[in-house]
C-alpha cells in the first residue's frame, strides 16, 4: 500500500497591521514587482523568511516562496537586511541563504531551492492548468486555497501520487488592502502561474510550498 502523504501549499496572507475600521484601499496595493523600486529597511536580527515577509507584508512586494526539503536546518541563521533596490536586498538574502535563488516570474519574485529541492512540489507548480475559476464575490484566502486545491489537474496529480492535502485554517480578518473587486480568472497556464497571479492581484502578496515532518507532509496555507 501507497504512503500517504499530506500537501501543504502554504500561502501566506500578508497584510499590514493597520486594518483600520473595515476601510479598504485595494487600488493603493502593488501588483507586480519593480526590481529598481527603493526600499527603506534596515534588520540585523532577521531569518531568510522573515526577510521574506518583511518584504510582502510591509512593502507589498508579490512573492512566491517554494521552501527546501530541509527547510528546518539553519531556519535561526540571522540575516542582515539595509536600505537598497529590490533587486539588491533579494541579492544580499540568498548571498546569505545560499541554497535558494530568486528570479522575477509572472512579475513575482519567486524563490526557489537551488539545492535539496523537492520533486514533487517541482512537479506540482509546473502542472498544466486548463483555466482556474476562483469562488465568486470573495478573495478569501482559504476559499482561493480550496479553489487551486480542486481544480481537476491538481486533484489528478494528487492521485496519481498518492497524495493528500492537510485542511488548514484560522480565523483572520481583511487588512486595509483588502477587495473583492479583482479578476482572478486565469488560462492556459500551470499551478505556480495560477498562485503568482493572486499573489499580483489580492492583498495575499506571498504564497509558500513546502513538506514538513518525518513523513515529508505537504502544507497548504495562506
Do not use: C
Amino acid at each position: 500500500m501507497k504512503r500517504i502523504s499530506i500537501l501543504v501549499l502554504a500561502l501566506i496572507l500578508v497584510t499590514t497591521a493597520a486594518s483600520a475600521g473595515g476601510v479598504r484601499h485595494g487600488s493603493l496595493d502593488s501588483t507586480t514587482a519593480s526590481l529598481d523600486r527603493v526600499i527603506e529597511i534596515d534588520r540585523s536580527d532577521a531569518t531568510f523568511l522573515l526577510g521574506l515577509s518583511i518584504l510582502a507584508v510591509t512593502h507589498r512586494i508579490p512573492i512566491g516562496f517554494e521552501l527546501s526539503i530541509n527547510a528546518e536546518d539553519n531556519i535561526n541563521r540571522q540575516i542582515h537586511l539595509k536600505s537598497g533596490t529590490l533587486k539588491s536586498i533579494l541579492d544580499s538574502l540568498v548571498a546569505q541563504e545560499p541554497r535558494y535563488k530568486w528570479e522575477l516570474r509572472d512579475g513575482v519574485i519567486n524563490i526557489t531551492p537551488k539545492v535539496g529541492r523537492d520533486p514533487f512540489l517541482a512537479h506540482f507548480l509546473d502542472t498544466r492548468v486548463g483555466r482556474f475559476v476562483p469562488p465568486p464575490g470573495t478573495t478569501d484566502k482559504f476559499k482561493l486555497r480550496d479553489a487551486v486545491l480542486n481544480l481537476p489537474e491538481v486533484l489528478q496529480l494528487l492521485e496519481t501520487s498518492a497524495v493528500s492535502v492537510r485542511p488548514y485554517d484560522y480565523p483572520y480578518r481583511g487588512s486595509i488592502y483588502s477587495t473583492d473587486d479583482v479578476n482572478l480568472e486565469i488560462s492556459d497556464t500551470n499551478v505556480r502561474g495560477v498562485l503568482n497571479h493572486m499573489a499580483k492581484q489580492t492583498e495575499h502578496k506571498m504564497w509558500s510550498l513546502e513538506r514538513v515532518g518525518e513523513k515529508k507532509e505537504l502544507l497548504l496555507t495562506y
